[in-house]
Antibody, heavy 119, light 108 residues
Framework: EVQVLESGGGLVQPGGSLRLSCATS????????MTWVRQSPGKGLEWVSTISGSAESTYYADPVKGRFTISRDNSKNTLFLQMNSLRGEDTAIYYC????????????WGQGTLVTVSS | EVVLTQSPGTLSLSPGERATLSCRAS???????LAWYQQKPGQAPRLLIY???SRATGIPDRFSGSGSGTDFTLTISRLEPEDFAVYYC?????????FGQGTKLEIK
């Protein structure tokens, strides 16, 4: 059974940093790209970042480029999102999601972790 | 950036009726890279359709997707009570991989 579990969210001051983790099991982790998607309170879904299975390729949405870094540890089946220079508009639930294959969709999602940026 | 515009913003229907949701792209999207998701309150999104028309594992056949180029459609043939939710399209054709703003399907 595929499992995806995010952690690391919390309250952080503007300008601060936070590192999200996403522990996975039930599939061959290094065979699949992984993605972070966020959702601000009461708003729609926003793609944040994607990393290929080998970690050779990374992709970022413009609002987070230069501030967030996606990475993965294939030996531990874990995905990360390092978030620096956080802003109020980064407040959201952050979801970790497994790629279906071939970057055609995300078939397994975690329940999300809430990041709140506020003084 | 590919902008996806979903319509209508809200759709009010009754159980048993047919629902037709639209997703229009600002530039052509390969059918291989268009997906639909369902999200219920307090839950993570759920993949319904990938490749514009392929149902994901476990998705009932009352859900179908169609379209090409810039116009895509999600159809729910006969609404069940559990289908009332928010639906999003997403394109993976060109980075950034954008979502539409969502269509809320509510009970009339």
């Amino acid at each position: 059974e595929v499992q995806v579990l995010e952690s690391g969210g919390g309250l952080v001051q503007p300008g601060g940093s936070l590192r999200l983790s996403c522990a996975t099991s039930g599939f061959t982790f290094n065979n699949f790209a992984m993605t972070w998607v966020r959702q601000s309170p009461g708003k729609g879904l926003e793609w944040v970042s994607t990393i290929s299975g080998s970690a050779e390729s990374t992709y970022y949405a413009d609002p987070v480029k230069g501030r967030f870094t996606i990475s993965r540890d294939n030996s531990k089946n874990t995905l990360f999102l390092q978030m620096n220079s956080l802003r109020g508009e980064d407040t959201a639930i952050y979801y970790c999601a497994k790629d279906l294959g071939g970057l055609r969709g995300n078939d397994f999602w975690g329940q999300g972790t809430l990041v709140t940026v506020s003084s | 950036e590919v902008v996806l515009t979903q319509s209508p913003g809200t759709l009010s229907l009754s159980p048993g009726e047919r629902a037709t949701l639209s997703c229009r792209a600002s530039q052509s999207v390969s059918s291989n890279y268009l997906a639909w998701y369902q999200q219920k309150p307090g839950q993570a999104p759920r993949l319904l359709i990938y490749g514009a028309s392929s149902r994901a594992t476990g998705i009932p056949d009352r859900f179908s997707g169609s379209g090409s180029g810039t116009d895509f459609t999600l159809t729910i043939s006969r609404l069940e009570p559990e289908d009332f939710a928010v639906y999003y399209c997403q394109q993976y054709n060109t980075s950034p991989w954008t979502f539409g703003q969502g269509t809320k399907l509510e009970i009339k």
